[in-house]
């Protein structure tokens, strides 16, 4: 698990993104994004199938996740996120990538298309962040009481990511795969960050944007994890629904963690809609 690396650097208006490309890069590029409270390591296998099936594959940690800068007062809501995704398309002189986005990725990118006027040539949404309301019951906890959880002790802290980060997969997660996911969110930097993103999910920033699904007019994919106990496999459909033309695929087995629970499957999805 230590063999992922995200190891070029940008500055940002949200504080220094790593980020990466796999593949040749002057093949068609495909840009990953993760979503909370995850980073670039969900999107690893998947990531180097499709650099292997011949795509340049881009990979980043959005700001206050991941390898990415974490700091007090960092601005990292759905707002900044699009902003910076943005940018790093200015930065990777990219006008009109293929787009994978998972959970918060997905308003991420929705926001960037919507809002900022970028291009996509395809967007594929893998159970995201789209359809009020969203957020599970702990999340909501957590938001309305960051500055209390911010003070549990490291131990208990680390426990209680650790059992969230699983709730995420339906089969369970290894390990040692548990293990990473969890390890960005720990020590001082790790813990504060952690409630910070939490505290700045507003649910605002899809609702302003949600009544405008019916104008995206490219090729959407809507895949969605059938047992995926954070947002309902039903929001698939209702999203689908909503932009024209888009498809829903469905993946049996797999939770809120697709690129975990059925990697494979999701492979094959994506690389049947990009071609």
């Not at 699983?166 to 930097?189: I, K, N």
């Not at 499957?265 to 990009?274: I, K, Q, R």
Request: net charge negative; hydrophobic share 45%.
């Amino acid at each position: 698990m230590s063999d992922w690396h995200v190891a070029r650097t940008f500055d940002s208006s949200a504080g220094e993104v790593r980020w990466d490309r796999l593949g040749d890069p002057v093949a068609p590029p495909v840009v990953l994004l993760h979503g909370t409270p995850f980073s670039s390591f969900v999107w690893r296998a998947v990531a180097r199938a499709l650099a292997a099936a011949g795509r340049q594959v881009l990979v980043w940690d959005m700001p206050g996740y991941g390898a990415s800068a974490k700091f007090a007062g960092q601005d990292v809501s759905l707002a900044a996120q699009g902003r910076v995704l943005t940018e790093l398309l200015d930065h990777w002189k990219l006008d009109e990538p293929q787009v994978v986005a998972h959970d918060f990725g997905g308003a991420v990118a929705l926001r960037a298309h919507i809002l900022h006027g970028r291009r996509y040539r395809r967007l594929v949404l893998v159970d995201p962040v789209a359809l009020a309301p969203w957020g599970s019951p702990f999340f909501r906890l957590v938001g309305e009481h960051a500055s209390v959880f911010e003070q549990l002790p490291p131990a208990l802290h680390r426990a209680l990511v650790r059992e969230y980060v699983a709730s995420a997969s339906s089969p369970g997660l290894h390990p040692a795969t548990l293990d990473r996911l969890v390890e960005p969110w720990t020590g001082d930097v790790g813990q504060a960050a952690f409630y910070r993103q939490i505290a700045q999910a507003d649910q605002r920033h899809t609702d302003e944007i949600e009544d405008r699904y019916g104008s995206v007019d490219m090729p959407v994919l809507v895949c969605w994890g059938e047992d995926d106990t954070w947002i309902p496999a039903t929001r698939g459909k209702d999203l689908a629904d909503r932009i024209p033309g888009a498809r829903l695929h469905p993946i049996a087995g797999a939770g809120h963690l697709v690129q975990e629970d059925a990697p494979a499957e999701l492979t094959s999805a994506l690389l049947g809609f990009l071609d």
